[in-house]
């Protein structure tokens, strides 16, 4: 699949919620397409929401609406994703510009997962950033990221200069 995907691209992607095993909505022959909204522009973006959809979602790591969006304003491109107007998933990428690119908060809010709702966002990601080295780090999806070409490697650290967040 090519896709490029500037800043403020809106992209209608349809995904099977068949994948959802949880999902009891299934039409009379088993075929059922539900239209999800994948969109890169953060003006005018309501990080209120991100954030409580986060929290209900037990995925907050303590940063304020305001420092989401500073995140966001930081990074090389930012993927959220809608169901209607509810904002269902996001991830975003920090990138050199030249050879190296991270893949940061990667989420899909639980009743969403499963649904192949991430590995697009992941796609769109990396397409933003071809030619270079992506690095990313995960506690509990490395099937997930296989599956989307990422490859263990060992030795990966981390440290917080003093507290986290500043506080």
């Keep these: 699949m090519r896709c490029d995907y500037p800043r403020g691209h809106s992209l209608d992607s349809r995904l099977d919620p068949r994948r959802d095993r949880r999902d009891p909505v299934q039409h009379a022959k088993g075929v059922s397409i539900h239209t999800f909204r994948f969109v890169t522009e953060i003006d005018g973006f309501d990080w209120d929401a991100l954030k409580s959809a986060l929290t209900a979602d037990d995925f907050d790591n303590g940063r304020t609406a305001d420092e989401y969006r500073r995140s966001a304003e930081g990074s090389h491109l930012n993927v959220f994703v809608y169901d209607v107007q509810r904002i269902i998933g996001n991830g975003r990428i920090l990138s050199d510009g030249v050879c190296n690119a991270y893949i ?17 966002v992941v796609r769109i990601l990396q397409e933003s950033v071809r030619g270079q080295h992506i690095y990313l780090q995960t506690d509990n999806a490395a099937e997930l990221y296989e599956k989307s070409g990422f ?16 506080r």
């Design 151 to 166: 490859r263990p490697q060992p030795h990966g650290m981390g440290c917080v200069v003093g507290s986290w967040l500043g």
């Design 104 to 120: 940061v908060d990667v989420w899909t809010d639980s009743a969403y997962r499963r649904r192949g709702i991430a590995a697009q």
